[in-house]
C-alpha cells in the first residue's frame, strides 16, 4: 500500500466533484425520461390499437436486443445527423451529453415499459370494469385507479433499474462524455496514478449502490407488511 499516492484523488477533487455532477445530472434526466416514455410505451403496448401496440412492441424488442454501449455509439453518431436534418445546419455539432441523454433515454423507456406494462397487468381487471361502471373513461380509470396501484407495487422494480441505470451512467466516457469515470480516467492518463483513482471510482459506485440497494430491499420489507 506505501506504493500508492492516494493524495492524487484530493489533488483532483474538484474534476471527480464536477464528474460525479454530470453523472447525476445524467441519471436524474434518463430516470425520469425513461420512466415517463417508458409509461407511454406501455398503455401503448397494451392498447387493443394495432396502430399503437404493433410499433410499441417493435420498438421496445428492437432496443432492449441492442447492447447499451452500442446504442451510446448509435444515437453519438446519428443524432448530430438528425439534428443536421431538421435544422438545417449541416455538419452542426451536437455535443457527448445531448447524445448521451438521447440514447439513455430511449433505451431506458424500452426497460421501463416492460416494468410499468408488468404493473398495470399485475391490477385485477375488475378494478377498471369498476371504474368504467362509475362513468370514468379510459384515462381516468388509468390515471386515477390502475396507474397508482400499479406504480406501488413495481416501485422496488423500478428503483432496482434505478440502480442499474446509476451503474451504466459510467459508459459515457466512450464517447469522451468527462462523468466521474471519464474525470477520474484522464487525471489518472495526466499523473500516471491510474490505479489509485480506479479504485477511488470502484469504491464509491460500490457505496452508493450497495446503500441503494439495501434501501430498496428494507422498502421491499415494507410494502410486503403494510399489504
Known amino acids: 500500500m506505501g506504493e500508492f499516492d492516494w493524495g492524487v484523488i484530493w489533488t483532483y477533487r474538484e474534476s471527480l466533484r464536477d464528474g460525479m455532477l454530470t453523472s447525476l445530472k445524467l441519471f436524474a434526466i434518463a430516470l425520469a425520461g425513461g420512466i415517463f416514455f417508458g409509461t407511454l410505451l406501455a398503455m401503448a403496448r397494451l392498447s387493443k390499437w394495432k396502430a399503437l401496440s404493433v410499433p410499441a412492441a417493435g420498438f421496445v424488442n428492437l432496443i432492449r436486443a441492442i447492447p447499451f454501449i452500442m446504442a451510446i455509439f448509435w444515437f453519438y453518431f446519428l443524432t448530430p445527423m438528425i439534428v443536421a436534418k431538421f435544422t438545417g445546419h449541416q455538419g452542426e455539432a451536437v455535443g457527448p451529453f445531448t447524445s448521451a441523454i438521447v440514447a439513455f433515454i430511449m433505451v431506458e423507456s424500452a426497460y421501463y415499459s416492460e416494468i410499468v406494462r408488468a404493473g398495470i397487468q399485475s391490477i ?3 378494478q377498471p370494469s369498476a371504474a368504467y361502471a362509475l362513468g370514468m373513461n379510459y384515462w381516468q380509470s388509468m390515471g386515477h385507479i390502475v396507474l397508482p396501484q400499479a406504480f406501488r407495487n413495481m416501485l422496488p422494480v423500478m ?20 462523468d466521474f469515470l471519464g474525470a477520474a480516467s484522464k487525471a489518472g492518463q495526466l499523473t500516471g496514478r491510474i490505479v489509485e483513482l480506479y479504485i ?11 446503500a441503494a440497494s439495501w434501501a430498496v430491499k428494507r422498502l421491499q420489507v415494507r410494502l410486503a407488511v403494510s399489504r
Open 124 to 126: 385485477p381487471r375488475g
Open 159 to 178: 428503483l432496482t433499474q434505478a440502480v442499474i441505470l446509476f451503474q451504466d451512467t459510467s459508459l459515457v466516457y466512450v464517447v469522451a462524455l468527462k
Open 200 to 210: 477511488f471510482v470502484a469504491v464509491v459506485f460500490f457505496i452508493i449502490c450497495f
